[in-house]
């Protein structure tokens, strides 16, 4: 059975940091595309991070500078260090694997941990 498990999330101050984890089981995470994505209240789900397994790494604008995924994956777990935080920086935040089968993809998503930016 394949579980990704986020922790790490929590209250912050504005300015402050977070890091969150995102442990794997089950699957192999060095053969899959890892993301961080995050859900604001009434938003849509959007994509925060990503890392592939080359180590190429993306960033939505609103957090460039600011936050770092990396990935372990003697540890099979992924990372995403949030810095410099801002309230609009308030969501859950849920962690993704994926694996490319030409077009096609399989996703494997965790249950996502809180982050709440505020003073």
């Known amino acids: 059975q394949v579980q990704l498990v986020e922790s790490g999330g929590g209250l912050v101050q504005p300015g402050g940091s977070l890091r969150l984890s995102c442990a794997a089981s089950g699957i192999t995470l060095s053969i899959y595309t890892m993301g961080w994505y995050r859900q604001a209240p009434g938003k849509q789900r959007e994509l925060v991070a990503s890392i592939t397994n080359g180590y190429s790494t993306t960033y939505t604008r609103s957090v460039e500078g600011r936050f770092t995924i990396t990935r372990d994956n003697d540890k099979n777990t992924a990372y995403l260090q949030l810095n410099s935080l801002e309230p609009e920086d308030t969501a859950v935040y849920f962690c993704?694997?994926?694996?490319?089968?030409?077009?096609?993809?399989?996703?494997?998503w965790g249950q996502g941990t809180q982050v709440t930016v505020s003073s």
């Open positions: 993704n694997a994926r694996r490319y089968y030409g077009e096609n993809f399989n996703d494997y």
